[in-house]
């Protein structure tokens, strides 16, 4: 089977499972990441993963570090990154960037969900994301 092949039957399984199982990846604490696509990069030993991201209202995602760059895009509603940068709203229509390793919590004020497109760019075998204390 050829390379274009194999990556097109990995993303069918990928999108079965995400559609089993209703979301491919949860994080404890309202957040939830549903997959939608993860791929190798030009970089040895790291993959792209992009997922819809989604924080309950007036839940926190509870502090966490990826092992890689988070890069992320705000569709719907604000939220407050409290670990990593100085407090701030990221509203709609903005995007923020946490480096690897850095550990970082969003807590959604509001009273609707936050959602957002999370780009991640992180070392492959890993757990996209891990509880920090």
Same mark, same amino acid.
């Given at each position: 089977?050829? !390379?274009?092949? &194999?990556?097109?039957?990995? /993303?069918?399984? +990928?999108?079965?499972?995400?559609?089993?199982?209703? @979301? *491919?990846? *949860?994080?404890?604490?309202?957040? &939830? !990441? =549903? +997959?939608?696509?993860?791929?190798? @990069?030009?970089?040895?030993? !790291?993959?792209?993963?992009?997922?819809?991201?989604?924080? /309950?209202?007036?839940?926190?995602?509870?502090?966490? @570090?990826?092992?890689?760059?988070?890069?992320?895009?705000? =569709?719907?509603?604000?939220?407050?990154?409290?670990?990593?940068?100085?407090?701030?709203?990221?509203?709609?229509?903005?995007?923020?960037?946490?480096?690897?390793?850095?550990?970082?919590?969003?807590?959604?004020?509001? &009273? =609707?969900?936050? !959602?957002?497109?999370?780009?991640?760019?992180?070392?492959?075998?890993?757990? +996209? /994301?891990?509880?920090?204390?």
């Amino acid at each position: 089977m050829d !390379r274009k092949m &194999t990556q097109y039957a990995g /993303a069918l399984a +990928l999108a079965g499972l995400a559609l089993a199982s209703g @979301t *491919a990846l *949860a994080q404890a604490g309202g957040l &939830t !990441r =549903t +997959l939608v696509s993860r791929e190798d @990069t030009s970089v040895p030993g !790291r993959e792209a993963v992009v997922a819809k991201v989604e924080v /309950a209202p007036g839940a926190h995602a509870g502090r966490h @570090t990826h092992p890689g760059d988070e890069i992320s895009y705000v =569709t719907e509603g604000e939220e407050l990154l409290v670990d990593g940068q100085p407090p701030r709203r990221i509203k709609a229509g903005e995007a923020f960037v946490v480096p690897a390793g850095v550990v970082h919590d969003a807590h959604n004020p509001g &009273t =609707t969900p936050v !959602r957002l497109v999370g780009v991640y760019v992180v070392e492959k075998g890993k757990p +996209l /994301a891990s509880p920090a204390p």
